[in-house]
């Protein structure tokens, strides 16, 4: 069974600082984290940042140069360093991973950005 935990959100002022976390189980070679979205109030789930299988980082728009993704092998855990945040990064961001076809999600971390 494979489980996503997610961590590191919370309540953060506008133009601040957080890091989530995406540590995956069982620690097996074939779960492939691919990345990070996120859900806003009233609105649908939407990529954030993904990781191909090479290491390559692709970004949506509205996070590029401010939002970094990066992953740590060894613990099968992805990162997701939020600078510069903004108040429309508010909403609930999940972790997604596949082994072979089949899609997982974590319980998602709540991020508040305040004014």
């Known amino acids: 069974q494979v489980q996503l935990v997610e961590s590191g959100g919370g309540l953060v002022q506008a133009g601040g600082s957080l890091r989530l976390s995406c540590a995956a189980s069982?620690?097996?070679?074939?779960?492939?984290?691919k990345g990070w979205y996120r859900q806003g109030p009233g609105k649908r789930r939407d990529v954030v940042a993904t990781?191909?299988?090479?290491?390559?980082?692709i970004y949506a728009d509205s996070v590029e140069g401010r939002f970094t993704i990066s992953r740590d092998n060894a613990n099968n855990t992805v990162y997701l360093q939020m600078n510069s945040i903004e108040l429309t990064d508010t909403g609930v961001y999940y972790c997604?991973?596949?082994?072979?076809?089949?899609?997982?999600w974590g319980q998602g971390t709540q991020v508040t950005v305040s004014s």
């Open positions: 990781l191909t299988r090479s290491g390559a980082a």
């Open positions: 997604n991973a596949y082994v072979g076809d089949d899609a997982y």
């Open positions: 069982p620690t097996i070679f074939s779960i492939n984290i």
